[in-house]
């Protein structure tokens, strides 16, 4: 029997709406971690910090995908919430084609501002020369990397999750396959990787857009579309969290490189880029279970349904409490085994990854709680709330954290300071949540 937005949800059917999209980021996180593992053992170190220290860089230009999906389908559900399915569909259809357009633009900035970006985060010579190599040809598919992140939230809206996760395990798939075929059979180096991941992604933005531009089975359908501002506002306000959140974290990823190159060296961003890759995919979890999540609340809100909104609440909050601690607990077992993976030709560089992972993984008991309260609230259609929690978390508690814990901790405190952080967005979450509780009746 298929999951209706209108449904009143229990543990299970929570769950099994949720997996698909939780599967999906899941998926697209696992891109970097395949590229790194083949970089970082058929090309080499410093080629595995290139990577590590221009991908935050990268990651900036794809962020607006994210905003347009979630803050697009927080409206379209919240409409079709308010029985208006040819009006959600115009909004859909503007969304997405704005987006392209979007992309376009985005390759051509990120092409021009490839090199003195990494000149910035401190890369020279052979460094600085592997950033550009590996940046410049991801950011052809800067336009499939956006429409990939949209409708990987659309697909839930669209109530076509199965959908999404099988696109998205097709892309993933491609991207693994092509990383062994270009770089540890071909041996096209960090070319090799970068196109790997470049025709993944198409794979993953491409695919749907014909999906949707046809006939097909689920609540959305690319058409006619005109263009709305105060729509596209809407849009961008309820979405501006996600945005905000993946640009700073992409924004406190480059400051970790600058501070690590300063401390430790280049031993200190390939240890760094272990720790992301496990981080990004439990953030993934996280964020997957959000957007899977986000169209009933947005439904329920539309529809004025407080008595499901408290049931939301209740049960997506303990369900990423079960989530945070069993992943405190994978983290610690899996410390030295990633650290083998990725490193362990270097016995210097492991033992640092490995160290700093047991510190690094107390943030993963925080961290799950912050990403859903800020998705609540863009499904409540409450952006600029949702940007304030997301705000807190990157740009003034990460790197006040990534700047002042260093001065009194030496080196231990780059590892320490996003636990820190992290612990002080949970109170804050929890204080707004408190406070809009009266106003939502959840």
Known sequence: MSIQLSDHFTYRKLLRLTLPSMVMLVVTSVYSVVDGFFVSNFVGKTPFAAVNLIMPFLMVIGSIGFMMGTGGGALIAKTMGEHCPEKANRIF????????????????????????????LGADGELLENCVQYGRVVLLA????????????????????????????????????????????????????????????????????????????????????DFDGRALLQVCLNGSSEMLSNIAT?????????QLLRYIGENGVAAYGVLMYLSM??????????????????YHYGAGNRTELR????????????????????????????????????????????????????SFLFFGFTIYTSSFFTSLNNGPVSAAVSFLRTLVFQVAAVFLLPLLLGMEGIWWSLAAAELLSLCTSLC???????????
């Open 93 to 120: 259809s503007m969304v997405v084609y704005l987006s392209a357009v979007f992309g376009v633009v985005l390759t051509v900035l990120g092409l021009l501002l490839l090199r003195p970006v990494a000149c910035f």
């Open 311 to 362: 049931n939301m609440k209740r049960k997506c909050f303990a369900t990423v409490a079960v989530f945070s601690g069993t992943m405190f607990a994978l983290a610690l077992l899996l410390a030295k085994p990633l650290a083998t993976l990725f490193v362990g030709y270097d016995r210097a560089l492991f033992a640092l990854t490995a160290h700093a992972f047991l510190i690094y993984s107390i």
């Open 142 to 225: 800067t336009t499939a990397y956006i429409l990939q992140f949209e409708f990987q939230c659309l697909f839930a809206t669209a109530n076509k999750p199965s959908l999404g996760l099988a696109i998205t395990v097709a892309a993933g798939l491609t991207n693994a396959v092509l990383d062994a075929l270009f770089v540890a059979v071909l041996s096209w180096g960090l070319e090799g990787a970068a196109a790997a991941t470049a025709i993944g992604q198409c794979v993953g933005g491409i695919l749907p857009l014909i999906y949707f531009a046809r006939e097909n089975g689920s609540l959305l359908r690319l058409g006619r579309a």
């Open 432 to 442: 707004f949540l408190k406070v809009f509780q009266a106003q939502y009746g959840y």
């Open 281 to 298: 995919v439990f953030n993934a979890i996280f964020i997957g279970f959000s957007v899977g999540v986000a169209p009933v609340v947005s």
């Open 250 to 258: 992409s924004i406190v990823g480059m400051l970790y490189n600058i």
